[in-house]
T-cell receptor, first 114, second 111 residues
Framework: NAGVTQTPKFRVLKTGQSMTLLCAQD?????MYWYRQDPGMGLRLIHY???????AKGEVPDGYNVSRLKKQNFLLGLESAAPSQTSVYFC?????????????FGPGTRLLVL | RKEVEQDPGPFNVPEGATVAFNCTYS??????FFWYRQDCRKEPKLLMS???SGNEDGRFTAQLNRASQYISLLIRDSKLSDSATYLC????????????FGSGTRLQVQP
């Protein structure tokens, strides 16, 4: 099993450009999450999904959209990137019915917006 | 006010030392508590859960004080490999099952 993978690992964007970050998991997990981490700060929840076809907002959703068309994939979109979205983005997944702490994290995507 | 607050450090300690980290949380409805470890430029990984009765895992001991909304992590006999950032994490057990992270405490163990 690959676990949770994220694509790309690193990206540089210009202000106003768009892009999509892909998160994929092969563990048949129902729940998936997107977090961002900025220097000196903990991870903050952007959006999450409790199942295929469902998404919901987290603490910092502005400027992002998400889709969960397939159970194994959770996409995070930036329609018009801004320098404030320079961050490290982590995806995570979990399986309901297990201990809450069993969230599996991907390796992260580093995004720089110029 | 942040939901989860930690001293950012860094804590610079020699090998073999005992070091303690503290964390406070503001949401009294928080139900589950954890310590995660994050190595530089890597994803967070679960270190241990924290229970009211206190729990130990080898050299690591975690404590929870619900009345004071305070969580601690004690590391005994520090190793060079313990150098990392330690994240205090809580959850309110709502349906989304998401985690709320502190900003982390950086530990540097020196030879």
């Amino acid at each position: 099993n690959a676990g949770v993978t994220q694509t790309p690992k690193f990206r540089v964007l210009k202000t106003g450009q768009s892009m999509t970050l892909l998160c994929a998991q092969d563990m048949n997990h129902e729940y998936m999450y997107w977090y961002r981490q900025d220097p000196g700060m903990g991870l903050r929840l952007i959006h999450y999904s409790v199942g295929e076809g469902t998404t919901a907002k987290g603490e910092v959703p502005d400027g992002y959209n998400v889709s969960r068309l397939k159970k194994q994939n959770f996409l995070l979109g930036l329609e018009s990137a801004a320098p404030s979205q320079t961050s490290v983005y982590f995806c995570a997944s979990s399986y309901p019915g297990t201990a809450i702490e069993t969230q599996y994290f991907g390796p992260g995507t580093r995004l720089l917006v110029l | 006010r942040k939901e989860v607050e930690q001293d950012p450090g860094p804590f610079n300690v020699p090998e073999g030392a005992t070091v303690a980290f503290n964390c406070t949380y503001s949401n009294s409805a928080s139900q589950s508590f954890f310590w995660y470890r994050q190595d530089c430029r890597k994803e967070p990984k679960l270190l241990m859960s924290v229970y009211s009765s206190g729990n130990e895992d080898g050299r690591f001991t975690a404590q929870l004080n619900r009345a004071s909304q305070y969580i601690s992590l004690l590391i005994r006999d520090s190793k060079l490999s313990d150098s990392a950032t330690y994240l205090c994490v809580v959850t309110d057990d709502t349906g989304r099952r998401a985690l709320t992270f502190g900003s982390g405490t950086r530990l540097q163990v020196q030879p």
